[in-house]
């Protein structure tokens, strides 16, 4: 009571005006994707005017809803399909960038040093306009699913080479010269010692790239081919202007339910690894830093 | 002792795929931009030698950028709507972002959380709540006609840039915030302790050290986010839709999703990086500058 007493006694005495503005950023950017998700349960056709709360939208139509409609599914399908291989392909292929160019000193190693940082900074739309045009005049790589996978792996080796690279420098090298002292082989310390240590940032490269590939928009909607390899993004993309049911609605809170899911598991997971490993790093900060 | 080619040869075949997948499609589209056109089915023929490079596809897309002609206005368009998001971006992620690594104590953890829910909600899901929000029935204009400040329902969704501007505002503002908490949660309490010590007042000890102490935070959060939105055109296709608002990356899109004219899009895709390598060469020469005058103080 007295604190909102003295809200009112002086309002603009630090720090209850950020505070205000604070709460209210946090509310604008969370409550209009609430509403949105909120009308996915809507019972008419309508994606503004509430009619009363059905799961039509999710299974209960027969031909539109999320369920029942293929194209849907099928997106559903494709994004979950080039997320995993994204990962399984970018995570090993940033892992050994990041050791190779910690590790290595040769004087090859500063131009990869300086091109792994391009894909950060340059445009997606200006990364997919070149993949599109090197895979139709050039590597003659038919646009689809292979082609959307090696477009999303291009921009997400540099994320993972980032983080792991990062947790590689706060180790540093005495560990790995240690084991090496003590009689392991370079491949075995690296088995044995670097790469237990590296886990958590290995883990965190993994949950960043799903992230990354379910999210992407441009580059997947470049080199895809046809309604089949949608994903749940160019669906939305593709409807939302038009006269689309609250199914649209209904399939993009699929997708977030699945990835705050998947995100919520992985840092469990993650703490109950590291839960004898004391004085590590947040992988939700670590995320954080780098989704930014 | 470890053999030379141990450590090249684990980050071999990522800076294979860099080149191959990175390095070599930006020179097709050199290729593309600087080839020459099918007469018949009007493909783009690349020209691989830069020797036999053809420059008129790219004088003429110049040449569509001087005052007046086709480009200019589209140009002129996207740096007015980047600088005005940037703008409001920094207006409203500053004193978010300094609330948050300064005064947030018991909510700083449910704050971090909610900052962060933004980047696992997909773009473009964030954009479609908007347009069910903007729609002539939707909350938006219902609220206002409650409120009766509008009689009949405004057409948010029929090419105003204003609607485009706070799409790319509420689109980027979270990619803002978290390097600027990061950079004013790094700033030593101490330093601001001195200030207060030395005599000065809370505004000006915000305005003599932790403004200037972020200053680089600020410049690197920016670049962060125009880049992308120098090459957005997706924000502007879901909420306008409209060629009144079009930017620089709907121009290019629509060279190649729409019409024949690669060549032309692969011109304005080099006009564009071009443009980005120089604000980021700035970004750079700036901060470089910045950490030797620091170094240069501290010695």
Redesign the interface.
């Known amino acids: 009571m007295k604190r909102v007493r003295d809200w009112f006694a002086n309002p603009w005495g ?2 209850r005006a ?2 205000v ?2 709460w209210t ?2 509310a ?3 409550v ?2 609430v ?2 998700v909120l ?1 996915s349960f809507n019972d008419g056709r ?4 509430w009619q009363g709360f059905s799961l039509r939208w999710y299974w209960g139509d027969p031909s539109l809803s999320v369920f029942h409609d293929p194209s849907m599914r099928g997106a559903l399908e494709q994004s979950l399909k080039l997320a995993g291989f994204d990962m399984l392909i970018a995570v090993p ?2 892992v ?2 990041a ?3 910690t ?2 000193k ?1 004087y ?2 500063r131009p ?1 040093n300086f ?2 940082l ?2 950060l ?7 997919a ?6 895979f139709v ?2 590597y003659k790589i038919p646009l689809g699913t292979e082609a959307q996978v ?2 999303q ?2 921009f997400s ?1 540099s994320y993972v ?1 980032i983080i792991v690279r990062s947790r590689l420098l706060s180790i540093g090298p005495s560990y790995e010269e240690a084991a090496r002292d003590l009689g392991a082989s ?1 491949v075995g310390a690296l088995r044995l010692v670097l790469l237990p240590l590296l886990s958590p940032a290995i883990f965190a490269s993994f949950i960043v790239v799903f ?1 990354l590939s ?2 992407d ?2 580059v997947t909607d ?1 080199l895809s081919s046809n309604e089949s390899t949608q994903t ?2 160019i669906k ?2 593709s409807g ?2 038009g006269t689309t049911t609250p199914a ?2 209904a399939l ?1 809170t699929v ?2 339910v699945a ?2 899911a998947a ?1 919520a598991l992985a840092f469990l997971v993650y703490r109950w690894a590291l839960r004898s490993q004391p004085g590590q790093q947040g992988a ?1 900060k670590e ?3 780098l ?2 | 002792m470890v053999r030379r080619w141990f450590w090249p040869s684990f980050a071999l075949p990522g800076a294979a795929w860099l080149v191959l997948l990175f390095l070599v499609p930006t020179y097709a589209v050199l290729a593309v931009a600087f080839g020459t056109t099918d007469p018949i089915f009007s493909n783009p023929v690349p020209v691989w030698n830069p020797l036999d490079w053809q420059f008129q596809t790219m004088r003429s897309v110049l040449g569509e950028m001087r005052p007046g002609h086709t480009f200019w206005i589209v140009y002129v368009r996207t740096f007015a709507y980047v600088a005005i998001s940037l703008a409001g971006c920094l207006a409203i992620g500053y004193p978010v972002a300094y609330y948050l690594a300064r005064h947030a104590r018991r909510s700083k953890a449910l704050l971090l959380l909610l900052l962060i829910v933004p980047f696992w909600v997909s773009y473009l899901m964030r954009m479609l709540a908007w347009v069910g929000l903007l729609l002539p029935d939707g909350l938006v204009n219902r609220a206002l006609q409650e409120l009766g400040v509008i009689s009949q329902p405004y057409g948010w969704l029929d090419g105003q840039a204003s609607s485009v501007i706070l799409a790319l505002i509420y689109g980027y503002v979270p990619y803002l915030i978290l390097p600027l908490y990061a950079v004013l949660d790094r700033i030593e309490p101490h330093v601001l302790e001195a200030g207060r010590d030395l005599g000065a007042s809370p505004i000006s000890t915000f305005l003599h050290v932790t403004l200037p102490l972020s200053k680089n935070g600020i410049l690197a959060a920016s670049v962060l986010i125009a880049l992308p939105m120098f090459g957005d055109y997706y924000t502007n296709d879901v909420i306008s839709g409209s060629p009144r608002t079009s930017m620089i990356g709907n121009q290019i899109n629509l060279f190649f999703q729409g019409g024949p004219q690669r060549t032309v899009g692969a011109s304005l895709v080099i006009i564009l990086s071009v443009m980005l390598a120089l604000l980021m060469s700035y970004y750079l020469w700036v901060t470089v500058r910045a950490s030797a005058q620091t170094e240069d103080s501290l010695l």
Request: hydrophobic residues 65%; aromatic residues 10%; charged residues 5%.
């Open positions: 630090q720090p950020l505070a503005i604070t950023y946090m604008w950017s969370i209009p994707v509403i949105a009308f309508s994606r503004s005017v292929l940033g050994g960038l050791l190779g160019l590790r290595w040769g090859g190693a990869v091109l792994m391009f894909p900074v340059t445009p997606e739309l200006v990364m306009v070149s993949l599109l045009l090197v005049l050039l090696l477009g792996v291009t080796i080479v370079p992230a379910i999210d928009f441009v470049y749940v993004p939305i993309y939302v202007r649209l609605n993009a997708m977030v990835t705050l995100v939700l995320i954080a830093a989704e930014a």
